[in-house]
């Protein structure tokens, strides 16, 4: 299957600094990438959707001007949280959609990237 | 709107012993379904899909889901638990018209294995 990668895979930092999280398709090419977040014992729910060359789409109540959302190759998408706070603690995964030959969609989730808001 | 209901959160199974996971969808078109394993600290694995192919699919690690549109049902199954099912598991549903790609997750159910 497709693979997709993060990184890092977690991360400290303190309070009111940025936090960058790359999210790669290795194997494939990738027009679109999702962005989740996921509290403990929770299910993910979408943040955004990131389309290569062009602006991100975010779900209602995320704020863009917090997360922003670059997807500036068909390889790369990338989250960055800007003037962390503990609340935005959290894990945060990315997919990345494949589309077959039949145009039947599948998401590919990269392994995650736990951030720790000091 | 879609939505997907997991019905119990938490199932524990003896060893050896039948899994079966409960999924419930809600969608205003015909659905593609997922169930997507997580194993702690990890994203999600895919485990199977349907896409209005064979009602009946068979995923990884011999599990296997059964899509009913009478019951609006995409249950999992595997006929005989193993200590490395463990995990959690997410049924996930998204509309199949053309390019509505977006997912939406049921709350989860965590896989205890009893040896």
């Known amino acids: 299957g497709a693979v997709v990668s993060q990184h890092p895979s977690w991360v400290i930092c303190k309070s009111g600094t940025s936090v960058k999280i790359e999210c790669r398709s290795l194997?494939?090419?990738?027009?679109?990438m999702f962005w989740y977040r996921q509290f403990p014992k929770q299910s993910l729910m979408l943040m955004a959707t990131?389309?290569?060359?062009?602006?991100?789409?975010?779900e209602q109540g995320v704020e863009k001007d917090k997360f922003l959302i670059n997807h500036a190759s068909l390889t790369l998408s990338t989250l960055t949280v800007t003037s962390a706070h503990p609340e935005d603690s959290s894990f945060y995964i990315c997919s990345a959609r494949v589309r077959d030959r039949a145009y039947q969609e599948t998401q590919y989730f990269g392994p995650g990237t736990r951030l720790l808001v000091l | 709107a879609q939505s997907v209901t997991q019905l119990g959160s938490h199932v524990s199974v003896s060893e050896g012993a039948l899994v079966l996971l409960r999924c419930n969808y809600s969608?205003?078109?015909?659905?593609?379904l997922f169930w997507y394993v997580q194993y702690p600290n990890q994203g999600l694995q895919l485990l199977l899909k349907y896409t209005s192919a064979a009602t009946l699919v068979k995923g990884i690690n011999g599990f296997e889901a059964e899509f009913k549109k009478s019951e609006t049902s995409f249950h999992l199954t595997k006929p005989s638990a193993h200590m490395s099912d463990a995990a959690e598991y997410f049924c996930?549903?998204?509309?199949?018209?053309?390019?509505?790609?977006?997912?939406?997750f049921g709350t989860g159910t965590r896989l205890t294995i009893i040896p």
């Open positions: 990131s389309n290569e060359g062009s602006k991100a789409t975010y």
């Open positions: 996930a549903v998204s509309e199949s018209n053309f390019g509505n790609e977006k997912l939406t």
């Open positions: 969608s205003s078109v015909p659905p593609y």
């Open positions: 194997d494939f090419q990738a027009t679109t």
